[in-house]
T-cell receptor
Framework: KQEVTQIPAALSVPEGENLVLNCSFTDSAIYNLQWFRQDPGKGLTSLLLIQSSQREQTSGRLNASLDKSSGRSTLYIAASQPGDSATYLCAVRPHTGFQKLVFGTGTRLLVSP | GAVVSQHPSRVICKSGTSVKIECRSLDFQATTMFWYRQFPKQSLMLMATSNEGSKATYEQGVEKDKFLINHASLTLSTLTVTSAHPEDSSFYIC????????????FGPGTRLTVL
């Protein structure tokens, strides 16, 4: 059974810092991995999707890497801003299963001005 | 981008009543929709996969008679929580798969259910 864990569970940083969020998964046989953002009481916004054959994806100040063999992904946020405050979730799509996503436990990020 | 809506956004009901939650894809057709449940400070757990015109596929441990799913059209799926109890209080989120874009799911804003 695929399990996805995120570390740290919570993170508080001052504005401007670069930070790294970690995601690990137990079964390396994945189809892809996604990073999402969730604001309090809201749905999810997809940030980055990495296919199993890819090593990283970039969008603006965000960079996500994937090391499938070791079961790890990181989300790098450059020059953090208060507007980045949210919960960040990673999710893997198992190699089998039609579009099922297995979500991690999430990292709650607070960026203070 | 594609938009998914949910209605209602928040509902409070008495124990024993049934509650229906709607999930709509506003500007695209979705043959497949997914229903998730999220408890406070926990991650999303897939409850069921909803397929247009056929029976939903439920995850292990999810009672199909408790959580009725209907996907009668390509833009609407409904989740009915029957005989709700306080332990059913949770945040319910749906997502819809964009036809022809196998890797893309768009998520609704969620429905907060509180059962008194």
């Amino acid at each position: 059974k695929q399990e996805v864990t995120q570390i740290p569970a919570a993170l508080s940083v001052p504005e401007g810092e670069n930070l790294v969020l970690n995601c690990s998964f137990t079964d390396s046989a994945i189809y892809n991995l996604q990073w999402f953002r969730q604001d309090p009481g809201k749905g999810l916004t997809s940030l980055l999707l990495i296919q199993s054959s890819q090593r990283e994806q970039t969008s603006g100040r965000l960079n996500a890497s994937l090391d499938k063999s070791s079961g790890r992904s990181t989300l790098y946020i450059a020059a953090s801003q208060p507007g980045d405050s949210a919960t960040y979730l990673c999710a893997v799509r198992p190699h089998t299963g039609f579009q099922k996503l297995v979500f991690g436990t999430g990292t709650r990020l607070l960026v203070s001005p | 981008g594609a938009v998914v809506s949910q209605h209602p956004s928040r509902v409070i009901c008495k124990s024993g009543t049934s509650v229906k939650i709607e999930c709509r894809s506003l500007d695209f057709q979705a043959t497949t929709m997914f229903w998730y449940r999220q408890f406070p400070k926990q991650s999303l757990m897939l409850m069921a996969t909803s397929n247009e015109g056929s029976k939903a596929t439920y995850e292990q441990g999810v009672e199909k008679d408790k959580f009725l799913i209907n996907h009668a059209s390509l833009t609407l799926s409904t989740l009915t929580v029957t005989s709700a109890h306080p332990e059913d209080s949770s945040f319910y989120i749906c997502s819809a798969r964009v036809e022809g874009a196998a890797d893309t799911q768009y998520f609704g804003p969620g429905t907060r259910l509180t059962v008194l």
